[in-house]
């Protein structure tokens, strides 16, 4: 299984940005995801990479503000953030799952999570 540790949440000003960074360790993945909970609701896939092809998706709620990117030297996932909004405010986990036929952002089909890091965006 894959260790996967976040950090860079914060609180913003609508507007603003924040990098997301998510560090993985232990067995390898092929897929890593960026998915986000806010209270009450499910959560979401937010952007993912799948590494084999470095092919990249996003959510449509997200496309061109958000950016997810790979080191694989350090083994890090990063999520930057730019004009964040206040509907952008949850609780941000990073997951990683091996090959699956399950559609990227079925949250089930991953058996690796963060611990999550929260993001507040206020207006």
């Known amino acids: 299984q894959v260790q996967l540790v976040e950090s860079g949440g914060g609180s913003v000003q609508a507007g603003e940005s924040l990098r997301l960074s998510c560090i993985a360790s232990?067995?390898?993945?092929?897929?890593m995801t960026w998915f986000r909970q806010a209270p009450g609701k499910e959560r979401e896939g937010v952007a993912t990479i799948y590494r084999p092809l470095a092919s990249i998706l996003y959510a449509d709620s997200v496309k061109d503000r958000f950016t997810i990117s790979l080191d694989n030297a350090k083994n890090t996932a990063f999520l930057q953030m730019n004009d964040l909004r206040p509907e952008d405010t949850a609780m941000y986990y990073c997951?990683?799952?091996?090959?699956?036929?399950?559609?990227?952002?079925?949250?089930?089909?991953?058996?690796?999570w963060g611990q999550g890091t929260p993001v507040t965006v206020s207006s």
């Open positions: 997951a990683a799952r091996s090959f699956s036929s399950s559609s990227w952002y079925v949250a089930p089909s991953y058996g690796s």
């Open positions: 232990g067995s390898t993945y092929s897929r």
